[in-house]
Structures are given as C-alpha cells and as structure tokens.
C-alpha cells in the first residue's frame, strides 16, 4: 500500500477517540483531531519497520504469525493500547478438579470449533469504542444459549457498556465485573436490534421486567495456567470461553500461529475462544476478536497451545443459561 493512499483513508476515517461520561482511571490519551499527514505517515513508518523487525525473528517456523499491513498501520502503538486495549483484569482463582467448576471428564479431540455448530454469532467491530470486555461477555451469551438449543441471535453490547456498573463503557472494563452485574442483577440481555451498538458511551436504557431478554445462571472464573487441557475441556463442556490477554503485537498480526511477541504478564484486551486445533505440528486454540472480520484470519487469531502464550490461560471464564 502506498503512503498516499494510507494517507487518505486515514484523513477521511481517522477521529478523536474522547473520554465520554465514565471515564476510567486510565483514559489518558485523547486525540483532539484528525491528524497531521506528516503523523500518519511517521506512524505508517514505524509499523513497516516493526513488522519487519517481528517477521525477521523466527523465519524458519513455517506456522508462525505473519505480520504486516492492515486497518491498524496507522496508528503509533501507544494510540493503538489507549484506544483498543481498555480489558482490566482481576485475580481469578487457580483451577481445581476438586472445586465447584464441574468439568466433564473426557478424551480431547484433535479438533473442536463451536463454529460448526452454528452456535457463534458473526465477527463484530468494536471500532474506537474500548469495549472488547463487553463483546466476550455477550458473545459468550450468544453462544450459551445458541447451544441449549435457542435460535443464535446477536445480543445488545451497548446495554452492557452503558449499563454494566463498576466500568467504564468504551474507556474499558472488565469481564469479571460484567458477569458478576449480570449474575448478580439478573438483568435480560435484550437483542441488538432493540438496543444497537453507538460506538460511545450513553444513558442506561431500562427495560420492564416483562420485557423478553436473556439472562444468566451463573458463571465461573479461573486462571489454567499450566493446565491448558483442562481448559479445553472446559470450552467442549460449557461452551466458547471469555478470555483476557497481551494484544500490544496483535496491532500487526494478518494471520498464521501466534507464539511470540507477547507476555503473560500484561493483560490487556478480552476475546472469545471458540476451539482448538491440534491436528498440525503447532496446536493453537482458536481465537475470535471483535475487531471486525478484516482483521487477521477472517476476524479470528490462532494462539499456540500449551505454553500460556498471551497468558491466554490466565483469566479465563465460562456462562452458564
């Protein structure tokens, strides 16, 4: 792509991501404006140097990520975290066979996706809305109630953003806090027709206790670290999973495995698991991101398996309906 044609597109799309009401903590970096040609094209710069950087690092993994140009090219890392990575985490409890979390007790197949079953709804784009923590909460619901045999429907994300207290809407939040307000509340999910995503924050709309939505049963949170088959199990038995991982080098990824470039130790952005995949030399779990189907593999990453990469073990949750 040229830097001209770069240039425009973020020229015509590229706008202030604001505070809104709500602000959390965090929400330091504000963009007043569209940008300087002079910013966009330093910012495309960088990216085409650590893409180089990030594909020179391990050349002879055939499976490994690839890294390159997409919608995100024109941002410096820094206003990429600010405005996408807004996921806080808490402290899940260690996974115990012997806890509450009643796993089914089974042999893994060499491959499972929920998406088979019809049971996931399609990609969305969170756009400039750090919203990602609501996305895999109502994703997550979706697909429960798809799977007890409810017909699949796209939930409402922006009733949870303006809605879900103790966060902070489209300047982050987290899963934990979404599902403890809708396990603790019992409020009904409404549909995404009824209540349809703004890109902003906005005043909670309430519905009567009449109205027909979706609530929960329950749900659980626990870290897998270091038992990432339990975890597998726990995805065949309750369905897709909510996660929370390291995205930074996410900004660039087109596709392939990932298995680098990213901790376990700084969390930052929520995502749905809806599979895995263990029939190659590199098993990876399957991955769907709400950052619209563009992005990397039809809207979906491919994370190794077995080695917490992205800690993508570690703050790991499941609905119940």
Known sequence: MELRAL?????CGCWCYGGGHGAGPSATFTRTGPRSREQQAAAFRESLNRHRYL??????????AVYGINQFSYLFPEEFKAIYLRSKTSRFPRYSPKGPMLISNMSLPLRFDWRDKHVV?????????????AFSVVGAVESAYAIKGKPLEDLSVQQVIDCSYNNYGCNGGSTFNALNWLNKTQVKLVRDSEYPFKEQNGLCHYFSDSHSGFSIKGYSAHDFSDQEDEMAKALLTFGPLVGIVDAVSWQDYLGGIIQHHCSSGEANHAIIIT????TGTTPYWIVRNSWGSSWGVDGYARVKMGS??????DFVSAVFV
């Not at 594909?55 to 490994?64: A, I, V, W």
């Not at 709804?121 to 923590?133: D, E, I, K, P, S």
């Not at 599979?275 to 263990?278: A, H, L, S, T, V």
Request: with cysteine; net charge neutral.
């Open 7 to 11: 240039w425009l597109l973020c020229w």
């Open 55 to 64: 594909n020179s690092l391990f050349p002879s993994e055939n499976s490994t």
């Open 121 to 133: 709804t399609q990609v969305r784009n969170q756009q400039a809305c750090g919203g990602c923590w």
């Open 275 to 278: 599979g895995f995949d263990k």
């Open 308 to 313: 917490n990469i992205c800690g993508i073990a």
